[in-house]
């Protein structure tokens, strides 16, 4: 079966390989392999030694999302507030997280099919001195709008407020580095998208002397990154606080030597950028038309415009589908009726090609091929 | 290498197999086969159909343990406060991740070398009315006492009080039935432990009454279990709201088929029995000292005193007996210094006769076997 879903996507034999063994996670060998794991991630993530640490946490993105508003955004209405551009379904997440842990939260309008606008951010911001953090989800899963962390973070840093960037389908692929952004508090990711490997836990890189500071402020032990990042100071960056999913740890250290291999972020994004071109083409040569144009749509994840017909059904459709092998997304986040389709993951251009076939087909098959395009 | 620590245990290939594949946790067929487990842990726990759910949460044990506390435990402490018998170092854990998720706490006093005195915990819940709940740690896994929910459940129940049980290192051995024990607001336990599967996520058997009512109140939506049981009648149980570690989750349905085959948790138990006398007969003939005489000690877990020699290290004994391909846990939770030797997981008396021979080989090799029993 061929994942083409927004993650987890598909992974190497060698990354589940990794994995497929008993490992404990106290022994002092597997400590320091976990400390490399860390220090590896926290250099991809363009952080220097002593300043930045990679923390990680059991559970999705949206665990450390918690972890991180709690572990940053002071609970005093006073001091801490953030700032939420409302750009699809991830940053509603954030703010319900946010709202749930008691933190103070204002809902910026946002475009679903443009990139954040940063004059506008600059105006919200300056408008309410108050707030202390901006939370921008950088690859909206839900939208396929990428936005733009460098003209955003710009503006947070002119204003002297701090930033939490959830790159959760971003980080692996589309750059960024630490070093060249003092406002964040905390880049966050999982290894099961763009890193292709499994899901299991996500990691927060963070300014060491920042999370030191808030250590004791989360409001939760689980949660609080400080805790994490003062106790990985008694006992090695590698030594857990509580038992790990070391399995899926151990499946991204092999992740990371793929990465390597490859040539890097920047590698990684052109194949995705590869593989999103022929599944745009490929689409709109089934008489598909994508949700955003060619410019705006970003390299992860593709929205496309259920074909109009009155017996289209997405999970029939989806269901058909993987009986040819192909699994997309089964649920829409636009009102309009639609698919959503990845293109990340240990896949390349062929596999979109043989995806786009699978589509046509099942298109025929179910009489809901357009009719300008009917094979 | 022969793991003998408290968990993650040594799993049988087959379960690891079951994990070694691509998974997307959101198709249909999938969410039925969590849905099955889901229903399938339900049963084990001895809950029934409809009154009660088991609810998975990514992350180990103690993010199980916060998100317990803050759904079931009611933050204002005029009628909320949860009374914890201080067992042992997860004892010692559940009070802190409780009084940082801002619940009070009141420790009771307890011995480490006896199971816990159900009159004792009637005393100090009568004298504090105000007191909701009792949290237990059913197998302490720092001392190897197990304490009994039988009698401390009768004592809660009759009093009107709640409960909340870690069965993390007893569950899949240690007897427990849900419908015996209306006074359980969530019994606790993870995949990595008696149930021998991987580590990753948490599980807790609630009555669903209680999980419904109690939506909203944790005080965070990540660990808000009535959240969990409510997006399971909306979307079914098998959909999680965020991406779970589903490997993690495949591979424990295989562990639950080796569970049923080797005759469920009753003859699991009578093996960690036969593991554990092996094992404490084995290190008396080597000359070493259990913390626990026979009739108290736990099948799960044994501390034993370090030789009484000089030159005794810890960090030292372990990397030597690894050389011999044993691997035992490498921090003791004792002040005297000790060694604690697991006798669970996927191992049999030939394992623990070996894993013996190889400590009184090390013992030698280091000067360190008690001279009465010098081979």
């Known amino acids: 079966m061929l994942l083409l879903i927004p993650g987890p996507v598909m992974t190497h034999p060698d990354v589940r390989a ?20 860390l220090a590896r991630l926290r250099s991809l993530a363009g952080g220097a030694d002593g300043v ?9 993105g949206h665990f450390m999302v918690e972890a991180a508003i709690r572990t940053f955004v002071s609970p005093s209405s006073e001091v801490g507030g953030i700032l939420i551009p409302a750009t699809g379904q991830y940053a509603d997440r954030m ?3 946010a709202r749930d842990a008691g933190r103070r939260v204002t809902v910026m309008p946002a475009s679903l099919t443009r990139p954040l606008d940063a004059a506008a951010v600059k105006a919200a911001l300056s408008a309410d001195p108050s707030i202390s953090h901006l939370g921008l989800v950088y690859s909206e899963t839900s939208t396929g ?6 003209a955003i973070g710009a503006v947070v840093r002119s204003l002297g407020r701090r930033m939490i960037l959830d790159a959760v389908s971003a980080f692996g692929a589309l750059p960024i580095t630490m070093t060249d952004h003092p406002e964040i508090d905390a880049l966050i990711f999982t290894p099961n998208k763009c890193l292709e490997a499994l899901p299991g836990f996500s ?3 963070c300014p060491v002397e920042r999370a030191e500071a808030r250590a004791g402020s989360a409001g939760s032990w689980s949660f609080d990154l400080g805790d994490i990042y003062v106790n990985g100071l008694a006992n090695g960056p590698g030594a857990g606080r509580f038992t790990p999913p070391i399995q899926a ?3 991204l250290g092999a992740a990371l030597d793929r990465l390597d291999a490859e040539g890097g972020p920047a590698a990684r994004l052109q194949r995705y950028r590869d593989n999103m ?8 040569a089934l008489g598909l038309r994508p ?9 992860i994840i593709l929205n496309v415009h259920a074909p109009a017909h009155p017996d289209w059904d997405l999970r029939r459709f989806v269901e058909a589908l993987k009986r040819h092998g192909v699994l997309i997304s089964n649920f829409r986040n636009t009102e309009e009726p639609s698919m959503r389709i990845g293109a990340i993951g240990a896949i390349a251009r062929p596999d979109i090609l043989r995806a786009v076939a699978a589509i046509g087909e099942t298109l025929d098959e179910l009489g809901l091929r357009p009719k300008a395009h009917a094979a």
Do not use: K
């Not at 400590?31 to 794991?37: K, M, Q, T």
């Not at 930045?52 to 999705?60: E, I, R, V």
């Not at 071109?277 to 709109?284: K, M, P, S, W």
């Open 18 to 37: 990794a994995a497929n063994r008993d490992i404990a996670p106290w022994d002092h060998d597997v400590r320091a392999e976990v400390g490399d794991l």
């Open 52 to 60: 930045h640490a990679a923390l990680p946490l059991p559970g999705s």
């Open 95 to 97: 703010v319900r997280l």
């Open 145 to 150: 709008v990428i936005h733009d962390p460098e």
């Open 203 to 205: 990691v927060a890189v």
């Open 249 to 251: 740890m151990a499946a």
């Open 277 to 284: 071109a022929a599944l745009y083409d490929g689409l709109e």
């Open 291 to 299: 949700f955003l144009p060619r410019a705006i749509q970003g390299p």
